[in-house]
């Protein structure tokens, strides 16, 4: 594809040397257009774009200077303009270029090389065309740039700029023309920056750099690429730096780095970076054959927060806890659930509600159970939570270096054994790690898949407690009781098992078996003739389960045991939270007919106005109170006490624990409903419960001795 050949205008008033013009410059291969004088040609002109212009000077309208001058004030300086004239002296010359003229040619012309000069300014004329469009196109770029664009040297000196946005400036980028970056940039800054300049200089460019500025604005953080500028020889090495405004690319970074380290909820270093710090301080200490310990914290009964009073609230809590972490260790600490990385006290949170905690330069354990003292002093103030107050403890496990472990990830395993067994221990204690306990967490490991399998197997039975009519002498009802047969530990208390079934979910399906079974033995012993109640215990997990109720409606429907035959025991912290869901579920049971307990009376939070809201039957007094009877005056004044409160409400009260014939007369002279304890009878199988029925206990006949009714 051939371009278009460029048009020239050619303007004289001669006729004959238009003529002649045209022919040589058409033999040139141009198009030709002619003009008879300078009105003729602006009118030309106007009409169509032509590329070049050869104007005669002497015209009778208008000369060729006015002609020249009018084109130029209205094209400007790049269109060629060649003025033909027969007047070569200087004035006439000068009157030309004055004019706007490119260039002239001298009267009479040498028309074999015309078509050579036409196309010689023409080439000129393209270049200056090009040129222009690649400065419009290169400053298009620069203004798409949002970057600081510089020329240095290689001293640092200021050369040259391209400053889009002038608030990245902290002067006057006019100001800078002629300054080295030593004198304009902080020392950090400017030796960073003559470090890259070297490093173009010596590579042919450089990349990566980064520093921060203080502006009128805030932090400002720069990234510099830098590349080597050609120069000519004698001249010093110059070269292009560009400035690059990364802040954002560097608040993102940060924000990357705090989701990847630290906990979203309380700021504090998370799981990751708490071992990284735990591993950094290890390999200090043995360089210099120094001590620390870790110390892992659990809140106890956080679960049941989350549980009755939501996430929202459980939140606050931890949220709250770590604050009280953060102010009561010591500085040296590094506690983990903060701050910035390196900080001297550092906190991080492990997830859920366990933080741990890195003990620096102690001497001997002691110094980190006195930390862990004040933790547990921080933790049993109460937490107010949408001003209601929550009161938790802490069980804590402590594991040290050297003596148990070499590297953060065992330390911190083995601190969370120690807080198991703090937690086994009657929970808001510390406990040291040992090598027994991590045999000790193996048998909870094993004992759990094996309770797994009790469930599959079959390998609980029940057996039952009598519990005594005082009144009548005879048993009137029983307390339903599990027992777990391992087939290689033998016999396994529940209280080992039970709390394991809670913590693995267990207690439920375990729960639901222990009703039907125990409906289904009272079912028996009414078709026997010995119609006989049964109580069976409820864990908080259950009572807090939505389908409780219609679980043991279906026991009893599936069973066809009497509602009326049946009571459930609950523990005073299940009947403490007095939520609308509690209420409900307690109301259900007692218009279902089914009887309701508080079991272990008087070691929680006894209280008349919480229980005169309680739709209960029965109360149960601990065994703890039933012991020093009848000769320890302040356990006799306490069960009166729970009795006479009970009369009150209407209640009819259990007591439990009764081993000898003195307390359980004592009991009957306080009028107690209901006894129950090994003077009776220890609890035996289902099958052995009828023998039990027909015997009678007089308690007052004073020819009955205790050997004579502890094997009854």
């Known amino acids: 594809m051939t371009s278009a050949p460029s048009k020239v205008l050619v303007v004289d008033d001669d006729a004959s040397a238009r003529l002649l013009m045209r022919a040589a410059l058409r033999k040139a291969g141009y198009e030709v257009v002619l003009a008879n004088g300078g009105v003729d040609a602006l009118a030309q002109f106007h009409a169509e774009p032509f590329d070049m212009v050869m104007l005669d000077v002497d015209m009778p309208d208008l000369s060729g200077y006015e002609v020249c001058a009018a084109l130029r004030a209205e094209v400007g300086p790049l269109l060629p303009i060649l003025m033909v004239t027969g007047m070569e002296d200087v004035q006439s010359i000068d009157q030309a270029y004055h004019a706007g003229a490119t260039d002239y040619i001298a009267k009479p012309i040498n028309w074999a090389l015309i078509g050579y000069r036409v196309r010689y300014l023409l080439r000129g004329y393209q270049a200056s065309l090009d040129l222009q469009a690649a400065e419009a196109r290169n400053a298009a770029i620069l203004n798409a740039i949002p970057d600081l664009l510089f020329e240095l040297d290689i001293d640092g000196s200021y050369i040259d700029y391209h400053c889009a946005r002038a608030e990245l400036v902290a002067t006057s980028v006019d100001s800078l023309i002629g300054k080295t970056v030593a004198e304009v940039l902080p020392p950090d800054a400017a030796q960073l920056c003559m470090s890259a300049l070297q490093e173009a200089h010596e590579h042919g460019s450089s990349a990566g750099q980064q520093f ?8 400002v953080w720069f990234e510099l690429s830098v590349a080597r500028k050609d120069t000519a020889p004698g001249l010093k090495p110059r070269f292009i730096v560009l400035s690059r405004d990364i802040t954002e690319r560097k608040s993102a970074e940060h924000k990357i780095a705090r989701l990847a380290f630290f906990d979203s909820l309380t700021g504090l270093p998370n799981r990751q970076s708490f071992l990284e710090g735990v591993d950094r301080e290890i390999r200090r200490a043995r360089q210099v054959g120094a001590q620390l310990s870790v110390m892992f914290l659990d809140l106890d009964g956080f679960k049941n927060i989350n549980d009755t009073m939501g996430h929202a609230a459980g939140d606050q809590i931890l949220q709250s806890a770590a604050d009280r972490l953060r102010m009561g260790v010591r500085p040296t600490d590094m506690v983990s659930r903060t701050a910035d990385v390196g900080a001297a006290v550092e906190l991080a949170r492990l997830g859920g509600d366990e933080f ?35 009161t938790l403890t802490a069980s804590i496990g402590i594991a040290l270096y050297p003596e148990d472990g070499a590297d953060a990830a065992t330390l911190l395993k083995h601190a969370d054994t120690a807080m198991y067994h703090a937690k086994d221990s009657g929970r ?6 040992s090598p027994s306990l991590t045999a000790h967490a193996m048998q909870r490991m094993e004992l759990k898949t094996s309770l797994r399998l009790a469930v599959e197997r079959q390998e609980f039975s029940l057996v039952y407690q009598p519990q005594l009519d005082v009144t009548a002498g005879h048993i009137h009802s029983v307390e339903a009781l599990i027992r777990w047969n391992h087939p290689v530990r033998g016999m396994i208390p529940p209280l080992e098992f039970i709390p394991l079934a809670e913590e693995c979910g267990l207690i439920l399906p375990i729960g639901q078996w222990v009703l039907r079974k125990a409906c289904a033995d009272a079912v028996g012993w009414q078709r026997a003739g010995r119609p006989l109640r049964v109580a069976v215990n409820l864990s908080p997990l259950q009572f807090k389960d939505p389908n409780l109720v219609q679980m043991i409606l279906d026991a009893l429907a599936v069973t066809g045991l009497e509602s009326g035959l049946l009571e459930v025991e609950i523990t005073e912290s299940v009947a403490m939270e007095n939520t609308a869901a509690t209420m409900a579920t307690l109301n259900a049971l007692r218009e279902n007919g089914v009887r309701v307990s508080l ?9 008349l106005s919480y229980l005169k809201r309680m739709p209960l039957n029965n109360l149960k007094v601990d065994r703890s109170f039933v012991s020093g009877l009848p000769h320890d005056e302040e356990n006799h004044a306490i069960v009166r006490a729970i009795l006479a409160m009970a009369g009150t409400l209407g209640l009819s009260v259990t007591a439990e624990g009764v081993e000898t014939l003195e307390q359980a007369r004592a009991l009957k002279a306080l009028a107690c409903d209901s006894l129950q304890g090994y003077f009776f009878s220890k609890p035996v199988p289902a099958g052995d419960i009828p023998a039990l029925l027909t015997q009678c206990w007089s308690l007052t006949d004073p020819a009955l001795s205790r050997d004579a009714v502890s094997q009854p």
Do not use: W
């Not at 921060?212 to 932090?219: I, N, Q, R, V």
């Not at 808001?428 to 790690?433: E, T």
């Open 356 to 390: 741990t905690a890195l003990i620096l330069g102690i001497a001997r354990p002691d110094d980190a159970l006195v930390v862990a003292h004040r933790v547990h002093d921080l933790m049993r103030a109460p937490f107010v939570v949408d001003g209601t107050e929550v």
């Open 212 to 219: 921060e500025l203080e502006l009128a604005h805030g932090t």
């Open 428 to 433: 808001d204690n510390c406990q040291f790690y």
């Open 599 to 607: 079991d272990d009376f008087g070691t929680g939070y006894s209280s």
